[in-house]
């Protein structure tokens, strides 16, 4: 009998448990609030436009407010805030930017030329990434409400792509008044199309702003949700317990996975133009990398095909240049291809091989899964077609350590990738190859330093400065020159390009980039499941 | 009796008074490890691209640019005066991102401890009572293998066949996405009890469940395998056989006699295993984005925000400090044999 009675006990417990469980898997399927809910690596720690510098919360502050300027997908320069290109006067000192008028911010306050004075001088005493603005500005003018005019120190022909940045999105000065000297991580009032309803470190919830002065949203609102891994990003994505997934960090092996899910059509997926770019930093002051030959038959020795088949499934394009194609439209400039015979004939000329091995300490971000792999393929590979002249030791270190010892030396060789802080060629040599202080072609003191190349050019030096008294064609084919100059002496091997990838639910609409790799998340769209 | 309270008193005392001391070491190590440890808090805020000007810029404004012991007797000065300072990285009061983060951590913590008792505790006396039979094998394997299964491998397994496969829990996270928790005391569970939401209590529930149990499957080895050596060991002493000569039922025996004696040196294995989730269980909070303490630190190491890994540092010293203070306080109380 108390058998019995137990049975019947546990039988109703079990009973309770699964009817509690189902009750809220059902209940949390059914998203009431009908938001789209896109995933994404990590959290997001702050939301005020002067401190992020992460795609994703690059993502969201794309969602939440509007820059003066924006990309698009072919490169090019779109007005949002601002009513028409900028004007440069002839000394190219002083750009007027005229500004739409009946804007408001979500507090309800206008957008004018004063709060854009804010929000610059604001990004110019406190934003973390300030050193990009910082030399170029001289003083911001207000003449009237919808006329901004931004004083340059010296001609900026990149301004134009600054004006792009997020960093410098629009803010109310009414409700920042407390925060000009500070950081507000958790808050953010400006003049998107979403505001921002709810906002944890994990979790950030965007109402749609119903008086927004363009286009309305196309949803009823978003849930951004950060996970800190990729397998369970993947695992959210793969059990629709999220509608969107953003790939700024997720495994190459999943992202491979997705992708074929996409092609057999369970899944949509876009990618961004690729503007990533992975390279390999050679340290060239010193003995043997001072050597361009030897750099050259390095470069050589890089089977780039290899390793995008390999490591990344052939999902990455192999990059044979420093600048990403979208801000040069056609890949004029070419690293050296692969050519193992070539390689192997220039050591020789060296006085390796036969029993003279060369060998390259080559250093890779541990904390960087597909670094790891690169290294590993090219190291390989290189065993397989010249182990009698060539050959490469791998050096694990974690990338917070790489950062703060490249600019001493350390490292022979490395492997690093690079996102331009704007949207321009010279946001992706700049801080590569200019250098301040140089003797011959070792730099002293500069960015090639704390990229870990050490490399100097006089001529670098001086396109550089010559690319900033000149407009489009003209410029684009003066920073084309700097970087034909890099392909020749080698300081960096371009490795591969990569894209942003997003991934969207069936019953999603595909997602869309714009030209800096940030979705648009204004037109997603919830069909029928 | 009254004696053994004065000694256990005079115990405290010490102990507590050793306090300062034990921070001050504490504090002082991970004051140099961090600043011996190779990287730097400004690459990691302004990444490998900022030119020297405004990384000599952003060290005077973080007051790295001063030498290491001024900067040292300033890390002391704001301690003595309660004083974490603010997140290298975000300038948020150190204080208050762990005030943020640690109900989480504890929260986990306290469900895990339960749920490993109620699974440790069975198993080991189902192990005991059924010695070299069925059930014993199957106690010391699930023992075993609770030690043996390492936590990021069991975890993942447990999101994919609860999240990815079943679709009955979610992946990751501490509420529903769509939720709100409007959180008073920071413990989600409490707070959705004091505010008598059935809803919000739900969600938090469900969030735990797959951290909590995995966690709590993972320590239960360690009780099971303490209770069964130890309830062995008590049922081979003198008052155990003096009882069953007494005529007393095995229940009572169990209850009154074995189990109580057993249960001393589990205390002690009890505040290990609290001092240890205390810090939080890295690789758990980890992989179901936990955001309890152990995350914060994790981040907190990669981007060498020195203040935010000596508060958490200092505050998870204190909790174990506190927490093996207790025990100690507990075992002298429970356990009469116990001198101080």
New interface residues.
Partial sequence: MNKLKNFRRKISMTCTVIA??????C??KI???Q?I?IASSG?I??IDPA?V?TLKSYQLLNALGDTLYELNNKGELIPRLADSKPIISEDKLKISIKLKKNILFHDGTPFDSSSMKFTIERFQNIG????IL?KKIKSIETPTKELLIINLNNPSSSIEGLLTSINLTPISPTFYKDHFD??L?NNFIGTGKYKLK?F????Q?LSPNKSYWGNKTKNNGI?F?????S??LY??F?????DVLLSNSIEDTLSNSLNLLSQKKDIKENKSAPIEISFISLRTNKIPLNNIDIRLAIAKSLNRELIRNKVSFSLRNSATSLIPLIFKKENSVSWPDFDPKESKRIFKEQGYCNGNIFNLPLTYRS?VPTDKLIAFYWQQSVKAEMKDCFSISLNGV?S??I????SEGIYPSVI?D?TG?YSDPEAYLS?LLSCEKFIGNNCL???SV??GSFWASEKVEKLFKESENVEGVERLNKLLEIEKIASKSLPYVPIWASSQKAWAQKYISKPVFNGAGIINMSELVRNEK | MKSNLKNVFNYTLIKISLIPLNLWIISSLIFILLRIA???PI????????????RE?MRSKLGLNQSIHIQYINYLKNLINFNLGDSL????PVIQIIRNALPATIELGLFSILIAIFIGFPLGYMGLKSKNKKYDYISRIIGISSYAIPPFWGA?MM??IF??IL????????????G?PNSITGFFILDSILKNDF?AF??AV?HLALPSFTLGFLLSGIFSRSLRLNLEKSYKSDYVDAATCRGINEKNILLNYAFPNALIPIFTITGFALASLAGGALLIE????W?GLA?KLQ?AI???DYNLVQGIVIVTSIIIISINLLIDIMIAFFDPRIKY
Wanted: glycine share 8%; no cysteine; hydrophobic share 30%.
């Fill in positions: 509690i469980f189902s009750q809220y898997s209940t949390n998203n009431p609030s938001n809910i959290k720690e702050s401190r510098s973390t990434l300030n050193y910082n500070k950081f991580n709810r944890s470190n994990e979790i919830t849930n949700v950060g996970y800190n891994n397998s369970s695992g959210a793969i059990s629709k317990q999220v904390n974690e917070t350590t950062y703060k010892n490249l690093l690079w802080a801080p003191k500069g960015e704390f990229s | 190779p990287g730097d690459d990691a805020i302004l990444g490998s691209g900022a030119d020297q000007e405004a810029f990285s975000n300038q948020e993942m999101q994919l999240s990815v679709r009955v829990l979610p992946i990751g996270g501490r509420f529903p996405i769509a709100n809803n739900q969600g469900y980890v992989t179901f984005s955001p995350l981040e990669l981007q060498r």
